[in-house]
């Protein structure tokens, strides 16, 4: 969706600018939803929570398509709303772009004509977004002529995003573009949204029910419930926090950074040096060049401890390691370890049983065995 410019901005002098400041009382209903969030005012900021947690809601919020009773926002040093002075910047005076599950193509525009839409609406002086840049980082030159009906759904969502691009936003909304999408169509759309994170300086606000999308795209991550924003932090720290509710179920993961640093052709195992540590982790996986970045993510229920590094194990990846931190009440049956990797933090669930039987204690030196790494992107 996009909305009509010029604009009129209200410009604030104090407070950090590359901010988005946002405060949000809702009241739909038999439904609340009360938030106040400071994310970054760039890269990907995940909404990420249930059905019915306010995700949508909140982002409708950031648009202007829903006017909250009470509220707040400002996006990198630009006043759009204000409850307290009165001051309400509606949608179509928003710089911003969204995008839809649905990617709401105008069915009889070719791809090029939705595009155009999009483009005449802003005056030249004011585009930020060039044609072919857009098209380029969609990659969706040799879709220009079709119509949206000879269109496959990723496709469709490609452009969208190109079009709300072309409207040169100051803020990208992305409500679960891809939970309309069967799993091949997500994977094709997934490096083009790695492609926007990386080379687009304009803050993106990403809505999904995915742990391996926020995963794999987020910077900083919103955790929402029942309307809540019951945690908001940089993403690698909100996930090791281990007063959160997820931190307790079974799919709890650390994601950690590391550097390309070789390849194993013969076994076809990728190697990656992790920050701050002399250790390597060997990934199955095609070749990459030497020295990129990576983001790889580990589950807590792959990571085992031992005392001793194993002489003999099927274990690729054993790993020098410190206890940071223990969680879990004497009733359960396992215990959650958050340990220090080099400069990158785990997480390992084990049985109650295992950890008193070895002694296990925050501050000890043990070995990480790691049995499963899976990529999530490259830089």
Not at 55 to 75: F, H
Not at 86 to 102: E, I, N, S
Request: net charge positive; aromatic share 6%.
């Amino acid at each position: 969706m996009i909305w009509p410019l010029p604009r009129r901005p209200v410009r604030v002098e104090n407070g950090p600018v590359s901010t988005i400041e946002a405060r949000f009382k809702l009241r739909q209903g038999e439904f609340n939803l009360d938030v106040d969030l400071q994310l970054p005012g760039r890269g990907v900021s995940a909404l990420f929570g249930d059905s019915g947690a306010g995700k949508t809601s909140c982002l409708r919020c950031l648009a202007g398509l829903d006017k909250p009773q009470q509220g707040y926002l400002r996006v990198n040093g630009e006043l759009w709303q204000d409850s307290a002075q009165g001051l309400f910047v509606p949608a179509h005076r928003r710089a911003v772009g969204y995008v839809f599950q649905d990617a709401n193509l105008f069915a009889h525009l070719s791809v090029r004509g939705n595009l155009e839409f999009a483009l005449k609406r802003i005056a030249p002086a004011q585009r930020q977004i060039a044609w072919q840049q857009a098209v380029e980082l969609l990659g969706i030159e040799h879709l220009l002529a079709r119509l949206p009906a000879k269109l496959s759904g990723g496709e469709r969502q490609r452009v969208a995003i190109a079009r709300a691009l072309l409207s040169s936003p100051r803020l990208l909304l992305l409500d679960e573009p891809l939970a309309a999408l069967d799993l091949k169509r997500k994977q094709e759309l997934l490096p083009y949204l790695e492609r926007l994170h990386r080379e687009l300086e304009i803050p993106l606000v990403y809505v999904s029910h995915s742990p391996d999308e926020v995963a794999r795209l987020a910077d900083h991550l919103v955790l929402l419930q029942d309307g809540r924003a019951v945690a908001s932090g940089p993403l690698k720290q909100t996930l090791l926090r281990a007063d959160l509710p997820f931190i307790q179920q079974d799919d709890a993961e650390a994601v950690i950074d590391g550097l390309v640093c070789g390849y194993d052709a013969e076994f076809a195992l990728l190697r990656i040096q992790l920050p701050d540590s002399a250790d390597v982790l060997l990934l199955p996986h095609a070749p990459l060049p030497s020295g990129k970045g990576v983001r790889v993510k580990i589950k807590a229920r792959d990571v085992s401890l031992s005392l001793q590094p194993a002489q003999h194990s099927s274990v690729l990846n054993v790993l020098a390691a410190q206890v940071l931190t223990a969680s879990g009440d004497q009733q359960q049956a396992h215990v959650l370890l958050r340990l220090q990797v080099g400069g990158e933090q785990l997480l390992a669930r084990i049985t109650r049983y295992s950890y008193v039987r070895l002694g296990i204690q925050p501050g000890q030196q043990l070995w990480a065995q790691v049995k499963a790494v899976s990529l999530l992107t490259t830089a």
